[in-house]
């Protein structure tokens, strides 16, 4: 409970003020400064006559209730909204052969891609998700969601082979464009992961950074791969199963274009670690501010007030007119 203004209260320190007053002038009418009366003399107590010298203290209660009433006694609770409009991200994940290296121990590139991608799915809230997968072209795995789980259970089932050996970057770009056209979101964004260079599909990359920036899209770029040599796993025809260290080429000027053409940022991930630590900064970058309004509804007690002062003064006149009447 609360009051609408407090600082009415302050009228009641003139009610016994005024009540002791009018006690006072009465007692000086009725003698008080007279003969002094023999007790033996003076007319016996009654009931009645006490009450009639103590009646004016309805009307003080009344008056108290009444500014009570004033000081607008409430009840409330306070409600919060929240207005946020989340960001919409295609996560576009290469899946090509060259995601089976071995240089994100315990696993491969592709397992580490995916770890890192469910945390960062995990971490959002409020936020559409899609997932983009390419490779000589590209596919959407799933569509802008926002139930995480079932986004997650498709990205379980990615593996390399789904789609033909190569690296088509234009395309998955494209195709995560695709899905953010017609999104009204503010804020609309693209992940690509890769670890290698264009040589597939029919759209080059720096074709579809300038469209992305055209449609007001950012994309962050990440390349994945130990810088140097690389380890493989090859399966040799004769002496089984074997790894064999490759050079890793990733086309770091053309990622960085893509990023700088859209208002995004470029990576390089040469471990699993630093991959989290990536997926991290983007999360930070991402971030929607969340405007908060906070009101209060409140329910109004000082109408209910004014019906016992209401009967206290009635209670009070009805009295003094019968019962408790004085005679003059």
């Not at 997932?131 to 997650?152: G, H, K, R």
């Not at 390349?223 to 040799?236: L, M, R, S």
Request: aromatic letters at 6%.
């Amino acid at each position: 409970m609360s009051l609408a203004h407090p600082w009415t209260l302050l009228l009641l320190l003139v009610i016994p003020a005024v009540l002791a007053l009018r006690f006072w002038l009465r007692w000086r009418l009725e003698g008080g400064v007279g003969l002094a009366v023999p007790p033996g003399m003076r007319p016996p107590r009654t009931l009645r006559g006490t009450l009639q010298r103590w009646l004016p203290l309805l009307r003080g209660l009344a008056l108290a209730i009444l500014v009570l009433a004033l000081a607008g006694p409430r009840l409330g609770r306070t409600k919060v909204k929240s207005y946020s409009e989340g960001v919409d991200i295609v996560l576009a994940l290469d899946i090509s052969g060259s995601m089976r290296a071995l240089d994100f121990p315990p696993g491969d590139r592709l397992a580490a891609a995916k770890q890192v991608a469910r945390e960062f799915i995990e971490g959002r809230t409020g936020d559409r998700i899609g997932l983009v997968v390419f490779a000589s072209n590209s596919y959407t795995q799933c569509p802008l969601t926002t139930d995480y789980q079932v986004l997650l259970n498709l990205l379980d089932e990615i593996k390399i082979g789904d789609i033909a050996d190569g690296t088509a970057v234009g395309m998955a770009i494209g195709n995560a464009l695709n899905r953010l056209r017609d999104v009204p979101g503010k804020s609309r964004v693209i992940v690509l992961l890769t670890d290698g260079m264009n040589n597939a599909g029919v759209l080059d990359p720096l074709t579809a950074a300038n469209l992305a920036r055209t449609m007001g899209v950012r994309i962050y770029t990440i390349g994945a791969g130990t810088k140097g040599q690389a380890p493989f796993p090859v399966e040799d025809p004769i002496f089984g199963p074997r790894v064999q260290y490759v050079e890793v080429d990733i086309d770091e000027e053309t990622l960085v274009q893509i990023a700088s053409t859209t208002g995004g940022l470029y990576f390089r991930a040469t471990d699993i670690e630093s991959l989290k630590r990536i997926y991290e900064r983007i999360d930070e970058l991402e971030k929607v501010k969340v405007e908060t309004e906070e009101y209060v509804e409140y329910r109004d007690l000082g109408a209910l007030l004014l019906w016992p002062a209401l009967l206290l003064v009635l209670l009070e006149v009805t009295l003094s007119a019968t019962w408790l009447r004085r005679l003059p």
